[in-house]
């Protein structure tokens, strides 16, 4: 559902992921779940069934080509926090 919401404004991969992405987050917020969970629970558990629902519609070609640029950038900003794994001491 966040990633068919998210296409109604945002054609583009990077634009419906964040979508998503915001999406999750607020639902964590929601939940309770400590901040610096968030992105590795996201990269960990959500994006790689985004992933396999967005292999399984109507796009996946145009779509498959911008998802690891979003996953590595993802990651690679997680990790440079320290965020990137469960108990992770975030730097600011």
């Known amino acids: 559902l966040g990633i068919e919401a998210g ?5 583009h991969p990077t634009g419906f992921l964040g ?4 999406a999750v987050f607020t639902a ?5 779940v ?9 990269m960990g558990e959500v994006l790689p069934m985004a992933k396999q629902y967005l292999k399984s519609s ?3 070609n145009d779509v498959k080509g911008t998802m690891e640029p979003f996953e590595k950038k ?3 900003y997680l990790k440079l926090r320290g965020i990137d ?8």
Not at 19 to 22: E, K, N, V, Y
Not at 34 to 42: A, D, L, Q, S, T
């Open 7 to 11: 296409r109604v404004t945002h054609s």
């Open 19 to 22: 979508s998503l992405t915001a």
């Open 28 to 32: 964590y917020a929601m939940e309770e």
């Open 34 to 42: 400590p901040v610096p969970e968030w992105g590795w629970r996201f």
């Open 58 to 60: 109507r796009d996946w």
């Open 74 to 76: 993802f990651a690679r």
């Open 85 to 92: 794994k469960p108990g992770g001491t975030p730097s600011w």
